[in-house]
Structure formats: C-alpha cells, structure tokens
C-alpha cells in the first residue's frame, strides 16, 4: 500500500505507525472491521471477536510447531525481498 492510501492527520499515522514497531515478532498483524447496522451491542461484538483470538498457550504451540517453517510460494505473489 502506497503513502497515499495512509491517514494525513500526524495522530492517525502515529496509531497505524505503532502496530509496526520491529520488537512485534509476526509483523503488520493489523486488521480493521466495520460493522454498519441498527440494534448492535459492541461489547457482546468485540467478546465474539476477542474469544477467535488465541491464547498465550496457543500462540506458543504455533511458534513450536510452525513459525520456524518457510512460507510456501504463491505464484499471483512476488517473493519477499
């Protein structure tokens, strides 16, 4: 994604610019969802969000079992350079 699909306001960029800091391990995780309705209750949404996300037991499973593997090639993808 190029600059200009990001925010021009300095206090946006700086919230997106946070969730690429380089200490995080797995990278650009950030995922945005709109819900546009009537009658919604964000707390129960977010609790349905929040219960798809893994434990610290499950994330440490995955890193045991499969985050030392190479991602597979894609041919529509360039390769990493």
Do not use: C
Not at 14 to 21: A, P, T
Not at 28 to 52: K, N, P, S, Y
Not at 68 to 79: G, M, N, Y
């Amino acid at each position: 994604m190029g600059d200009d699909a990001w925010p021009s306001a300095p206090a946006s960029r700086s919230v997106i610019i946070s969730d690429f800091l380089p200490h995080f391990a797995y990278g650009d995780r950030r995922q945005e969802i709109v819900f546009i309705g009537t009658h919604m209750v964000q707390a129960d949404i977010e609790a349905f969000l929040d219960g798809a996300l893994l434990t610290d037991e499950e994330m440490a499973k995955y890193d045991a079992n499969w985050a030392s593997l190479p991602d597979p090639e894609h041919a529509d993808v360039p390769p990493r350079s």
